[in-house]
């Protein structure tokens, strides 16, 4: 990749990132995900094999593999949020 996409600058380094997995409402967290990142806007590539790896790992942990930790998130609508 000699560019970004998005913004079209050429500055992209090797980086470590979090990346949000989400499949029929329901979601993973993966942290020290492997991608480049746009120096300039942030945007972020993984490669084909990081996302079939983490897509794996996400159906593995449905069936019962145990993780490294869980949290709870808070949900609400925006729609019915008072933004007076």
């Given at each position: ?17 979090e ?66």
């Amino acid at each position: 990749m000699t560019s970004c996409s998005f913004c079209g600058n050429q500055n992209i380094k090797n980086s470590l990132s979090e990346y949000t997995y989400r499949h029929n409402g329901l979601y993973m967290i993966f942290q020290n995900v492997p991608s480049l990142q746009c120096e300039f806007c942030g945007e972020k590539y993984y490669t084909s094999k990081v996302l079939k790896r983490i897509e794996k790992e996400f159906i593995d942990v449905q069936n019962g593999k145990k993780v490294t930790r869980k949290i709870r998130v808070p949900v609400e609508d925006f729609s019915k949020v008072d933004v007076a």
